[in-house]
């Protein structure tokens, strides 16, 4: 999935971790404040503006999660945050700019575990294979992925100016995975004869309608349904190899 990387953000991220890692190594415990100051002095401008996006962004997924959009105001997102309203106004300007945050920072986090996966690097019925078990595989961004599925159902609802948004993104996904489909039945590993812009349509339909499915009833054994469907797909397209 991809809507608008970031490079920078995460780039920034990981400065920040490093940044610190550094700060706390050595610092006995009792001296936070020492801590909080030297922190504060290590930081370069784009690594605190990064940091408070990631809090914010954070803050906003959560109050989604609980409550809908409705419940993420800027008030209660920048005290969710431990930050102003006011820096929450600064960087989104909007609830349509807040939101479209939102989606980009989900849909890059999903873009980068494929990466950490190497999905770029197998034959295309592999990488079908892969993007199906990445996606229903259970990973400690679910609270944050869940968002967009909550975001998703208010776009059919009581925000129906987000669906262009979600059309898009899924348009980016019917696209990869077509594409996907059409280079494995060129290779002869996927069968010649299915409809590859159908089957994509149909797969991301399903891999939606299991997430939003967890989150509807949270014992739903999402282990047994990812290995049925990979089964279930291999079959489906005669995937050889």
Do not use: W
Request: glycine residues 8%.
């Amino acid at each position: 999935m991809a809507l608008r990387v970031r490079n920078h953000h995460r780039h920034d991220i990981g400065c920040v971790t490093n940044n610190i890692c550094a700060c706390y190594h050595g610092v006995t415990q009792g001296n936070e404040a020492f801590v909080d100051k030297q922190l504060e002095k290590t930081l370069t401008q784009a690594e605190r503006r990064a940091a408070s996006e990631e809090k914010l962004l954070r803050a906003a997924a959560e109050l989604i999660s609980e409550g809908g959009v409705v419940a993420a105001t800027f008030e209660r997102i920048g005290k969710r945050a431990g930050l102003s309203r006011g820096l929450v106004s600064q960087r989104f300007g909007s609830k349509e700019g807040l939101v479209n945050a939102l989606v980009d920072d989900v849909v890059q986090r999903f873009d980068e575990l494929l990466f950490q996966y190497h999905i770029h690097e197998l034959a295309p019925h592999e990488a079908i294979i892969a993007f199906v078990d990445i996606y229903l595989s259970e990973n400690d961004e679910d609270a944050v992925r869940d968002t967009y599925h909550v975001l998703l159902a208010e776009s059919l609802g009581a925000q129906p100016a987000l669906r262009p948004l979600f059309a898009r993104v899924h348009d980016v996904v019917r696209d990869r995975l077509r594409q996907l489909i059409e280079r494995g039945q060129k290779l002869g590993t996927i069968y010649s004869q299915l409809d590859a812009d159908a089957t994509a349509i149909s797969l991301g339909a399903f891999l939606l309608g299991v997430r939003i499915q967890c989150m509807v009833n949270p014992d739903t054994d999402i282990d047994a349904v990812r290995t049925n469907a990979i089964s279930s797909l291999r079959a489906m397209m005669g995937m050889k190899g």
